[in-house]
Nanobody, 113 residues
Framework: VQLQASGGGLVQAGGSLRLSCTAS????????IGWYRQAPGKRRELVAS???????NYVDSVKGRFVISRDNAKNTVFLQMNSLKSEDTATYYC????????WGQGTLVTVSS
């Protein structure tokens, strides 16, 4: 199974984007899901995670700006990104949290200053 991220694009600093994560062929309502990102020349990092019960976790650099949420009826996990900064520029991926599966293509977020 692969989880697919979408919703990226080009945005000015201070702007907002909402990313979506979906999976075909399976439901992940019982799984924790993580949003990850990888900037050019850097290692992939976990940005935010949400457990099956709704427990949230964020990396310090996005706290207060990003919000992760899930809609189990739509089998979708969202990442609302506000007050974007140039350092948020990266390819964003979603995956199971704690038991990674094959990575999808990700979605590119470019924040212009």
């Amino acid at each position: 199974v692969q989880l697919q991220a979408s919703g990226g694009g080009l945005v000015q600093a201070g702007g907002s984007l909402r990313l979506s994560c979906t999976a075909s062929g399976r439901t992940f309502r019982d799984n924790a899901i993580g949003w990850y990102r990888q900037a050019p020349g850097k290692r992939r990092e976990l940005v935010a995670s949400i457990s099956s019960s709704g427990r949230l976790n964020y990396v310090d650099s996005v706290k207060g700006r990003f919000v992760i949420s899930r809609d189990n009826a739509k089998n979708t996990v969202f990442l609302q990104m506000n007050s974007l900064k140039s350092e948020d520029t990266a390819t964003y991926y979603c995956n199971l949290y704690g038991s990674l599966v094959a990575w999808g293509q990700g979605t590119l977020v470019t924040v212009s200053s």
